[in-house]
């Protein structure tokens, strides 16, 4: 299979040109085979793979020593899902054994084509559009916050393994079928309630994926059907677990119906483009693929399924149920979302539910899952014990004006690629810009100013000028929909907004002040300080909540004198 690209068209056709060698890569005279050969799948994966008119998918086999071999299959996922990578094992295992599979069960290209094509012409396609569209129209969900910053492509991700106990995925099968539910439908039903806590969301936006492989055909065919669905998720109003299942399972009934329709289209539907990052938070996927019995002639083999470690999506769990002894839980995670410590700790918290659920069955409150251990039990009361002592007429602008009076040439601001500044440079800059606000805009106290830019040492500069004005800063996020921060800016109705891409806000109800034209400004008078008061509006942050529709959040400037101050003696 072939993929041609036509202006914003792609086409899938066959090509009689196939490369069917099997290079074998040698590092049996390695003093450390295995490692050598690891290093070499690395080297594999970090390759930009081409995409258009070339082969997609490649064997290899690499000879750890006499006795053993591995076997290597690559393939775009383009050309190959999951589901495909197991059926190329089991074809490879009886072409070894000489039970080569017949060539009509095999489903061509051109037959999953024409009916591609039938579905995009017919009224189930509009039907399925239109569902999305209402699906998804009131959702708002917050996204994921980037915690962590890294010269590494935004891309680069990793994938960690952990056994989950057969006896507990048995115990909670058996309790979910007493509800007439499913043990995957538990699972991702914990992993929700989990990430609701987590995020403060009542509302979690999935990625579902579905094989799509109906006929026996279609289950002996090396291809992709595999698509990914939206699957939003609610915890609003649920009080025990075994609803809260129940839930999900009516909702995966509920959109599977309507799952052909393509995730591209659809990501075109809701204006969500590629440089937004992935358009969910959050995937769950659960395979049942038996390979306790591969064999290569009497030979037992093991199956590996590897990843190229660029998965866009922050958090992603597989379980992986190969129906024999333990399941692994297979979580790739986004390095700008979580780092190896927090999904160890996600790993072991929802662990620590999945038993108690085991033990106790899903007639359980939510409340009662036991994801945090007795330690961070303990921490949390230790840490909320002790009473703050802080001045709650401080600002933040005022305490960071401070600091550069103490010690102007520490650094203030270390962003990736080298990018520096000092309390003595950030604090001038702030003035600068704040004195260009007060020489152009009436602005007072909880005025609004919107922030609309990309994580530089500028934004944090704006923010600090905007508080320097006695004005309250409102974050635009240039990576949401236009519709959300339509929503957003008409509730909040900001005076200015500051931006380095004023076009993202073109047509919204706000005027834009580029930072390219602050930098170039001249100003004439000097910045004039302003009182503030604890109580004043330092800034306003939108959420969905359980409806859906942005709501803004005031934060006082008191509020995040007492978050600074809990920070300072919690960490230092």
Known sequence: ???????????????????????????????????????????????????????????????????????????????????????????????????????????????????????????????????????????????????????????????????????????????????????????????????????????????????????????????????????????????????????????????????????????????????????????????????????????????????????????????????????????DFNHRYFDQADIDAIEQRYQRALAYLGEHGLDCALTDLPFSSPAEQQCLLGRSASPLSYDTELSLHEQISRQAQLTPDAIAIDMPGGCTLSYAQLDAGANRIAAYLQQHYSLSADSMVGVSTERHAEMVMAILATLKTGAAYLPLDPGYPSARLAQIIDDAKPVVTLTDNPAILQGLATDTLSLATLNDAAVSTPYQPVAHQGDNLAYAIYTSGSTGKPKGVAISHRNINALLSWADTVYS
């Open 1 to 331: 299979m072939r993929i041609s690209q036509h202006g914003e068209e792609f086409t899938a056709y066959l090509s009689q040109d196939l490369d069917d060698s099997l290079p074998v890569i040698d590092f049996s005279a390695e003093a450390d085979a295995e490692r050598s050969a690891k290093a070499w799948l690395e080297t594999q994966f970090a390759r930009t793979q081409a995409v258009f008119d070339t082969q997609l998918a490649r064997g290899f086999l690499l000879k750890i020593s006499q006795q053993q071999h591995w076997y290597v299959g690559l393939s775009h996922h383009l050309a190959m899902d999951g589901f495909g990578f197991a059926i190329w094992v089991q074809q490879l295992a009886d072409l070894y054994n000489g039970e080569q599979t017949q060539d009509d069960a095999r489903l061509l290209l051109n037959e999953i084509a024409q009916l591609d094509n039938t579905y995009r012409e017919s009224a189930k396609y509009q039907k399925d559009a239109a569902f999305w569209q209402a699906y998804l129209d009131d959702y708002q969900g917050e996204r994921l916050p980037e915690r962590y910053f890294s010269d590494t492509d935004q891309q680069h991700s990793t994938r960690a393994i952990y056994p989950l106990s057969r006896t507990v995925f048995d115990s909670l099968h058996a309790h979910a079928g007493r509800h007439k539910l499913g043990a995957a439908q538990v699972l991702l039903a914990t992993l929700a309630y989990y990430f609701s806590l987590h995020t403060n969301q009542a509302t979690l936006l999935f990625g579902n994926p579905s094989h799509n492989r109906k006929t026996a055909l279609q289950k002996q065919k090396l291809s992709v059907f595999t698509s990914i669905s939206p699957l939003l998720i609610s915890t609003q109003g649920v009080d025990v677990m075994s609803e809260l299942v129940k839930q999900v399972a009516q909702t995966q009934k509920a959109t599977y119906r309507h799952q052909k329709y393509p995730l591209g289209q659809l990501l075109k539907d809701q204006q969500h483009s590629g440089e937004q990052g992935s358009f969910f938070d959050f995937s769950f996927n659960y395979l049942t693929l038996n390979f306790a019995d591969i064999h290569f002639s009497n030979q037992a083999a093991r199956f590996h399924y590897l990843n190229a470690n660029a998965e866009k999506i922050p958090f992603t769990l597989t379980v992986w149920d190969n129906n024999d002894t333990d399941l692994e839980l297979q979580i």
